[in-house]
């Protein structure tokens, strides 16, 4: 190399680290990665997008497994609470390809495993509806099963996701009213006896004796007339749907109590009343009209003198706090609990 050359060479060298002397080397050094935000990973991890979305029919057992392949909740818990749904007991129809009951679980997998945080988050409301160790199984999510059914049948379900704007209500309306399970609580999914096991919650109490009941003053002076009466004939007075209400948390692990506030002999009002864990709630306040949960209240007393404002009495005979064995006697409604 000539001396020429190498003076070329420095003088190159001497210019480039003037100019990142001027202009700072941190322009060009890498930039840090910024963090990646945080989220919920929905799909079963040994699940690929092309398996999710096949066409391809398979059995319901294919897509619980999908569930229970993945060690992290709620999908483990879904699964769980899927196989106790009486729809889903029977094995052989588990492991059928391409059955009504393989098409609505599928169904509600692909729903769940596309599930955003939102969703999930609602998801887990669904799951925890009533007390967990103590109902037989999981009613918002056998409802969303029987809605599931109809799924391939009607289009305007095709796309349907309860998890989106999650409502109790919506899914008890389109389930419990319109779904062909159901068929307006006239399929014989409806005996006293699994509608007891179903309506397992006070909200789902509260929603329930609102849109089966029908307010009839006619039955006032009908002796005896229990819970499974009333439910049967499907109309009473206040006491009476108190009776339904009381007998189903019960049923289903709360304590609940008939509330009732005399204003003179024989004249009052009953409702059913429940302990929760931030005090009482009344949950059924039975009057013709359709009237949400109220509360919390400190003790069943207080929930007496509620119904005395809500009406605007200012006198007062007797207060019961009772359980359905004492009120029915006290009203001549026992009977064989019928």
């Given at each position: 190399m000539s001396g020429e050359s190498r003076w070329k060479i420095v003088a190159v060298v001497i210019v480039t680290s003037a100019l990142l002397g001027a202009v700072g080397w941190q322009q060009f050094a890498p930039k840090p990665t910024p963090p990646t935000t945080m989220t919920i990973t929905p799909a079963v991890t040994t699940v690929s997008k092309t398996q999710i979305t096949t066409t391809e029919a398979r059995p319901a057992n294919y897509y619980l497994s999908l569930l229970e392949s993945n060690s992290s909740e709620p999908y483990v818990q879904l699964a769980k609470e899927l196989r106790k749904l009486p729809e889903l007991s029977n094995t052989t129809e588990l492991n059928i390809v391409d059955s009504k009951t393989s098409g609505a679980v599928e169904s509600i997998v692909t729903v769940v495993l596309k599930a955003d945080r939102s969703e999930l988050i609602a998801l887990g409301k669904i799951l925890n509806e009533g007390i967990p160790s103590r109902r037989k199984l999981c009613a918002p999510l056998q409802a969303w099963l029987w809605v599931a059914y109809d799924v391939k049948v009607y289009d305007?379900?095709?796309?349907?996701?309860?998890l989106k704007s999650y409502s109790l209500g919506s899914l008890l309306n389109q389930a419990w009213r319109r779904s062909t399970t159901s068929n307006g609580y006239n399929s014989t999914r409806w005996s006293y006896e699994e509608a007891r096991e179903r309506v397992n919650s006070p909200e789902l109490v509260n929603w329930f004796i609102f849109d089966y009941l029908v307010f009839d003053m006619a039955r006032d002076n009908v002796h005896p007339q229990g819970p499974k009466k009333t439910y049967e004939t499907r109309r009473g007075v206040c006491r009476h749907a108190a009776y339904v209400a009381t007998e189903f948390l019960t049923y289903n692990g709360y304590e609940a109590k008939d509330v009732t506030y005399l204003w003179a002999d024989g004249q009052g009002h009953s409702?059913?009343?429940?302990?929760?864990?931030?005090?009482?709630?009344?949950?059924?306040?039975?009057?013709?009209?359709?009237?949400?949960?109220?509360?919390?209240?400190?003790?069943?007393?207080?929930?007496?003198?509620?119904?005395?404002?809500?009406?605007?009495?200012?006198?007062m005979y007797r207060i019961f706090v009772e359980d359905n064995y004492q009120i029915m006697e006290r009203n001549s409604d026992l009977g064989a609990w019928g």
């Amino acid at each position: 190399m000539s001396g020429e050359s190498r003076w070329k060479i420095v003088a190159v060298v001497i210019v480039t680290s003037a100019l990142l002397g001027a202009v700072g080397w941190q322009q060009f050094a890498p930039k840090p990665t910024p963090p990646t935000t945080m989220t919920i990973t929905p799909a079963v991890t040994t699940v690929s997008k092309t398996q999710i979305t096949t066409t391809e029919a398979r059995p319901a057992n294919y897509y619980l497994s999908l569930l229970e392949s993945n060690s992290s909740e709620p999908y483990v818990q879904l699964a769980k609470e899927l196989r106790k749904l009486p729809e889903l007991s029977n094995t052989t129809e588990l492991n059928i390809v391409d059955s009504k009951t393989s098409g609505a679980v599928e169904s509600i997998v692909t729903v769940v495993l596309k599930a955003d945080r939102s969703e999930l988050i609602a998801l887990g409301k669904i799951l925890n509806e009533g007390i967990p160790s103590r109902r037989k199984l999981c009613a918002p999510l056998q409802a969303w099963l029987w809605v599931a059914y109809d799924v391939k049948v009607y289009d305007h379900l095709r796309d349907y996701n309860p998890l989106k704007s999650y409502s109790l209500g919506s899914l008890l309306n389109q389930a419990w009213r319109r779904s062909t399970t159901s068929n307006g609580y006239n399929s014989t999914r409806w005996s006293y006896e699994e509608a007891r096991e179903r309506v397992n919650s006070p909200e789902l109490v509260n929603w329930f004796i609102f849109d089966y009941l029908v307010f009839d003053m006619a039955r006032d002076n009908v002796h005896p007339q229990g819970p499974k009466k009333t439910y049967e004939t499907r109309r009473g007075v206040c006491r009476h749907a108190a009776y339904v209400a009381t007998e189903f948390l019960t049923y289903n692990g709360y304590e609940a109590k008939d509330v009732t506030y005399l204003w003179a002999d024989g004249q009052g009002h009953s409702v059913s009343a429940v302990k929760l864990d931030d005090g009482i709630w009344l949950a059924v306040d039975f009057r013709g009209r359709n009237l949400p949960m109220k509360g919390p209240f400190k003790t069943y007393i207080d929930v007496a003198y509620y119904i005395a404002n809500s009406y605007g009495w200012t006198t007062m005979y007797r207060i019961f706090v009772e359980d359905n064995y004492q009120i029915m006697e006290r009203n001549s409604d026992l009977g064989a609990w019928g």
